[in-house]
């Protein structure tokens, strides 16, 4: 695993941090259940209020604000998995996804400034998070 870490790129690793933090998951496990299978859509989080109930992945919009050149830009995050309770509804957004997610919409502001390309105002969450 160290090997494997040591030749991605930053981008690489903070998608693979994003991933581990999704699923609650360390690398090594994140790597091992990757090849089992290619997605998960039940999380490791107990909802906050029904005793003991795993939480469910839904996915929903998310909209981002960032600062560019002084003005606030609107990205919105399309199919973005929220942790979701099946019997009382409750969502948990993860705080680690969502700043991983953030770090990962930097990186596509960059590129399009440094591209003089006009920012993109919407991403799908499978696209953005790809290798
Ligand atoms: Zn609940």
Redesign the pocket.
């Given at each position: 695993m160290e090997y494997l870490v040591a030749t991605m790129s930053d981008r690489q690793k903070t998608i693979a941090k994003l991933k581990g933090s999704l699923y609650s998951l360390s690398l090594d496990e994140l790597v091992i259940r990757s090849i089992d299978e290619a997605e998960f859509d039940v999380s490791d989080m107990n909802?906050?209020?029904?005793d003991k109930?795993k939480?469910v992945i839904r996915n929903k919009l998310k909209t981002y604000k960032e600062m560019v050149n002084g003005k606030e830009v609107s990205i919105d995050v399309t199919r973005y998995p929220m942790n979701v309770?099946?019997?009382?509804?409750?969502e948990f957004d993860n705080m680690d996804v969502s700043l991983y997610l953030q770090q990962l919409i930097r990186y596509e502001i960059l590129k399009a400034l440094r591209s003089r390309k006009p920012i993109p105002e919407k991403f799908r969450f499978n696209e953005i998070v790809k290798m």
């Open positions: 909802c906050l209020y029904c109930q939480t309770c099946p019997s009382c509804n409750a």
